[in-house]
């Protein structure tokens, strides 16, 4: 008689199979069963977040760094809800999450039982799938198709629903075989032909540049070799979007910087001009394409994605190759040697007027700000703590706001999986608990979350975690008391009304950290940010680094609302002159 | 402010809407039908009609018939966001105007008149199939199938003769000939 397994143990279980070390989560009503059963499996560690949102962005900083599936389990109820903003940034983001959550058991579903909530309903237009377990005999299965799904083809959140009875009930386990194919849904959809037309348009280009996206950073670090090769093969000018800064060393000659809202000015030049653009996987956001009956208007577009409905959604392509990252970039190198040998010694001739175009939008230096011997300003913090932290192979998080773009334009990443951002949703809140993911992933690694002032609160009660697991996480403030972005835009857009962007009652950000049993440090002048920044990496305990920057800087260059890639605003003094008028003030 | 319809982006040109029907098969599972559904209603596509029957009880496979209308492009995204569902088996898409498709819709009118009106009602309603399902001295149901313009179309000129109810499914589907979509 083959022995019975309770439904609790059975999670555990799959948990195991899956290899999984860590679980982010929240005890409650709805899962004591489960939470009764982790001292039997010494292999998987629980971290207790604050609050579930805590657990699924902590979750996601753990997948975007590590590359493995983030783990989270809460309860039924408040605990499922307030996992729902997580779930929905790794939606956006394509991270592979599986969240676990506790149900009121199957015979009290549907009676308004108190802490009950239609879970699979609430989470379906927010989960790449989701189940209710209804059958202790589906649970083993339902788990690891659950992995499955989360981690195969474009990444994403997926959500299992256990109701309390059935984490009682008792079953045989069976570890799961593979089926081939989950209704017959295949990633690699792409021809040697594709592969063919893609590099008879690369060897015609004249004006040709890489627009690279997460998707390189999703299909693994081999991707980003295989990128690298592809770029220096052909001699093609990159640019990033901000999900892809990583895959291409940002220090390198071809790197143009990232592209977008506030991307630079050669990158958004480049894009705007070009006559081939090769996209490999990023998906024409709004943020990146700026008006789109003027994106790119003389070029033909390569779209490499392993999500179809990504291609054509936004902007109409030439050339889609459906497929894996990391083998379509396998075949291009494969027969971009067999065909074209020295290709980037052979056709540097024909792309070199290109690259002089590029060097001359290159010399406006458009990331450029201009700097103050009295207060910080952001930009320089930034450069400051990218120089001081440079050798160190950090990961770096950010919340959502200016300080996350201005990490973005002046952190330079030369690693994929070093840089987790919430793109997609723009979740204030994000990088505190994801530093925590992220420090829990890489124990020995220097994690900082650059922070604005007014993000970071939304979730500093995971302050507390880090220091409860002696996690050295390192939080660097720019303070500049207001919502930076918020405040740029009533600024640009509202006439200097700046209703409600001001924080008039911020913390004591050293009190605070001393209360939670941290370390606080504040830094107040330019002459001082050094050693502060110093004595912050030094400290071999979580921080609270509180800089005090200029309230009033704006960040720049930037693509107006409504407005095209060749028509930016690159600072204070273009700002007066092409002031934002008419239908371009009703975007955001 | 003169458009504000959407706050992210000036809309483009408007492209030309067709009229499509798309063939779902499904898994019969809990909650599919939702998931189908919001798909359509999260991304803003329009639904004209839907219906829904489990056509293989031994793999438990639903069908599922949509008559949608969108621009190429948006149907384009239709088929490739309902292929990503994981229940989802496969989709097939015709225009309306196809000629090797059936379309049929199914509609029960219920007439309350005089005999003379009856008799009258259930011929007009010669041309399409009709089919008594139920009569009494002053009340009758008929069932017709037909298309969907036939049917407003019919739906309209019948209250002359006493119709009182109306009910009528959403369009299915089939090939023509011997070719089965696969």
């Given at each position: 008689m083959p022995k019975l397994y309770s439904g609790a143990e059975i999670v555990f279980k799959c948990l195991e199979d899956q290899n999984v070390s860590h679980i982010f989560g929240y005890p409650g009503g709805a899962v004591l069963p489960i939470y009764d059963e982790?001292?039997?499996?010494?292999?998987i560690k629980h971290i207790l977040v604050r609050h579930e949102q805590g657990a699924g962005h902590a979750a996601e900083g753990y997948a975007r760094s590590s590359g493995k599936p983030g783990v989270l389990l809460v309860t039924s109820g408040p605990g499922a809800t307030n996992a729902v903003t997580a779930l929905t940034d790794a939606y956006m983001d394509s991270v592979p999450l599986v969240c676990i959550t506790g149900q009121v058991p199957t015979h009290l579903i549907?009676?308004?039982?108190?802490?009950?909530?239609?879970t699979t309903g609430i989470t379906r237009p927010c989960t790449k799938h989701n189940w209710l377990v209804k059958d202790i005999n589906d649970l083993a299965e339902i788990m690891h198709k659950a992995f499955e799904v989360a981690t195969t083809g474009r990444p994403g959140p997926v959500l299992v629903d256990i109701p309390k009875d059935i984490q009682f009930q008792k079953t045989k386990y069976k570890n799961y075989q593979k089926v081939k194919k989950l209704n017959g849904k295949s990633h690699d959809n792409f021809s040697q032909k594709n592969i063919d037309d893609l590099i008879g348009l690369i060897s015609k280009a004249k004006k040709p540049i890489f627009y690279t996206g997460g998707g390189v950073v999703n299909s693994g670090p081999k991707a980003s070799e295989l990128l690298r090769e592809l770029v220096y093969a052909t001699g093609f000018p990159i640019t990033s979007t901000l999900q892809g800064l990583g895959c291409f060393p940002a220090d390198d000659n071809q790197f143009l910087g990232m592209l977008g809202m506030h991307g630079t000015y050669e990158a958004n030049n480049a894009m705007y001009s070009c006559d081939l653009m090769i996209n490999i996987g990023a998906r024409f956001d709004d943020r990146i394409t700026g008006k789109i009956d003027e994106f790119s208007p003389k070029s033909k577009k390569v779209h490499i994605d392993i999500d179809p409905s990504s291609i054509n959604k936004n902007v109409k392509v030439d050339l889609p190759i459906v497929g894996d990252i990391k083998s379509v970039l396998t075949s291009t190198l494969k027969t971009l040697k067999k065909s074209k040998k020295n290709f980037s010694k052979s056709n540097k001739h024909q792309i070199s007027n290109w690259w002089e175009k590029i060097q001359r939008w290159r010399?406006?230096?458009?990331?450029?700000y201009i700097g103050s011997e009295e207060t910080i300003k952001p930009q320089y913090a930034i450069e400051r703590l990218y120089e001081l932290t440079k050798d160190r192979d950090a990961y770096i998080t950010t919340e959502v706001g200016q300080h996350q773009m201005w990490a973005a334009q002046h952190y330079k990443f030369n690693k994929p999986n070093r840089w987790m951002t919430s793109g997609g949703l723009g979740t204030m809140g994000y990088g505190l608990p994801a530093a925590v993911g992220v420090q829990i992933a890489h124990p020995k690694k220097l994690v900082v979350d650059i922070a604005g002032e007014a993000s970071v609160l939304m979730t500093m009660q995971e302050m507390s975690t880090a220091v409860q697991y002696n996690l050295p996480i390192k939080i660097f403030i720019l303070n500049n008391e207001y919502m930076g972005m918020v405040r740029q835009w009533q600024e640009l857009l509202?006439?200097?009304?700046?209703?409600?962007?001001?924080?008039?009652a911020l913390p004591d950000f050293v009190k605070m950290a001393e209360a939670y049993g941290c370390v606080g440090i504040r830094a107040k002048t330019p002459e001082e940010l050094d050693d502060k920044i110093i004595e912050m990496l030094n400290t071999d305990r979580p921080v609270i680094f509180d800089c005090l920057v200029d309230k009033q800087e704006n960040c720049f260059p930037m693509i107006p609302?409504?407005?095209?890639?060749?028509?930016?605003?690159?600072?204070p003094k273009d700002q007066k002159e092409k002031k934002i008028t008419g239908k371009g003030r009703t975007l955001v | 402010m003169a458009n504000l319809k959407s706050a992210y982006s000036i809309a483009g040109k408007k492209q030309k809407n067709d009229t499509h029907i798309i063939v779902v098969w499904v898994?019969?599972?809990?909650?599919v039908l939702a998931r189908v559904v919001g798909l359509f209603s999260g991304r803003g596509y329009n639904i004209e009609s839907l219906a829904v029957a489990e056509v293989d009880q031994k793999q438990n496979i639903s069908r599922i018939t949509i008559v949608t209308t969108g621009t190429p492009q948006v149907i384009d995204q239709i088929k490739l966001q309902l292929k990503k569902l994981v229940p989802v088996h496969k989709v097939a898409d015709f225009k309306r105007e196809d000629k090797n498709v059936i379309f049929k819709e199914m509609a029960l009118f219920k007439f309350v008149a005089n005999n003379k009106k009856l008799i009258s009602a259930l011929n007009a309603c010669r041309n399409y199939n009709p089919v008594v399902l139920d009569q009494t001295k002053k009340s009758q149901v008929i069932q017709i199938t037909a298309l969907r313009r036939e049917i407003d179309k019919m739906s309209k000129n019948l209250t002359k003769f006493g119709l009182v109810s109306v009910s009528r499914t959403g369009a299915v589907a089939m090939t023509r000939g011997s070719d089965v979509f696969k």
């Open positions: 982790l001292k039997n499996f010494n292999s549907g009676t308004d039982a108190f802490q009950e909530c239609d010399s406006k230096r458009s990331l450029d509202h006439d200097k009304n700046y209703s409600e962007s001001y924080t008039a609302s409504g407005k095209p890639h060749n028509q930016m605003l690159l600072g | 898994d019969n599972e809990a909650g």
